[in-house]
């Protein structure tokens, strides 16, 4: 099973930015990343994605809440790390953020059910 490691989270002032990045041991028997977020006493949701296998692939895939404000990345020189960049933070998106990684179809990759494999989470508080 892919070894999942996040980083780069941390404290940001409303409007502010992050990059978070994930970094992957083995992706062979992968075809898509995502990222998701939970919040204390919320259920884990979705934040974006991108699979590279399959149809529509490097199609990347969106929450509404951070389309526009959020991008999501495959580092192009190694392909084995994600990130997320976040921009525009307010503190709706204070959570902890996972990255995860999986084969899902095109119904699931929205869904936890999409991934199996996930990272321990790093913190994003966002505070005057």
């Known amino acids: 099973q892919v070894q999942l490691v996040e980083s780069g989270g941390g404290l940001v002032q409303p409007g502010g930015s992050l990059r978070l990045t994930c970094v992957a041991s083995?992706?062979?028997?992968?075809?898509?990343m995502a990222w998701f977020r939970q919040a204390p006493g919320k259920e884990r949701e979705f934040v974006a994605a991108?699979?590279?296998?399959?149809?529509?692939?490097?199609?990347?895939?969106y929450a509404d809440s951070v389309k526009d404000r959020f991008t999501i990345s495959r580092d192009n020189a190694n392909r084995n790390t994600l990130f997320l960049q976040m921009n525009n933070l307010n503190t709706d998106d204070m959570a902890a953020y996972f990255c995860?990684?999986?084969?899902?179809?095109?119904?699931?990759?929205?869904?936890?059910?999409?991934?199996?494999?996930w990272g321990q989470g790093t913190q994003v508080t966002v505070s005057s």
């Open positions: 995860a990684a999986g084969r899902p179809i095109l119904s699931t990759i929205r869904t936890r059910n999409g991934y199996t494999s």
């Open positions: 083995d992706l062979t028997n992968y075809h898509a």
């Open positions: 991108v699979r590279w296998g399959g149809f529509r692939r490097g199609t990347p895939y």
